[in-house]
């Protein structure tokens, strides 16, 4: 699972919503934690953005299809972010890697579903 920082205004239509309906900002969440992502924290902001989410997502791939999924209900328009755990990354910056072969392994942070070695040689 992977972190991500998710940066979020409200839509005129957002606006209205939550104004009207606060607790719709639950229902969301557990939508979201319906299909197997968990927020692991969420609050509302002063100034340039409304909300940050913090989430736990399998991938890039899920991350990118929950962000165009909740922008496309027309009520917030969302800025996603990968967040890297502070001790992972020291422990990433201490390691002796290939860092070549990480870049071409890691483009975007994860390799693409088509390209994981899943066990099955092409044929």
């Known amino acids: 699972?992977?972190?991500?920082?998710?940066?979020?205004?409200?839509?005129?239509?957002?606006?209205?919503?939550?104004?009207?309906?606060?607790?719709?900002?639950?229902?969301?969440?557990a939508e979201v934690?319906?299909?197997?992502?968990?927020?692991?924290?969420?609050?509302a902001l002063l100034g340039e953005y409304d909300f940050a989410t913090i989430l736990d997502v399998p991938d890039n791939w899920n991350m990118a299809r929950l962000a165009i999924d909740l922008s496309?209900?027309?009520?917030?328009?969302?800025?996603?972010?990968?967040a890297l755990r502070t001790d992972e990354f020291i422990r990433?910056?201490?390691?002796?890697?290939?860092?070549?072969?990480?870049?071409?392994?890691?483009?975007?942070g994860e390799i693409a579903p088509h390209e994981r070695d899943l066990g099955s040689k092409p044929g």
């Open 1 to 29: 699972m992977g972190l991500y920082l998710m940066l979020s205004n409200l839509t005129d239509k957002g606006r209205q919503r939550v104004k009207s309906h606060p607790e719709r900002i639950r229902e969301v969440n």
């Open 33 to 43: 934690e319906a299909r197997g992502f968990k927020i692991v924290a969420q609050y």
């Open 72 to 82: 496309a209900r027309g009520t917030i328009e969302p800025h996603t972010f990968p």
């Open 92 to 108: 990433f910056m201490q390691a002796e890697h290939d860092e070549d072969e990480w870049a071409r392994r890691h483009q975007f």
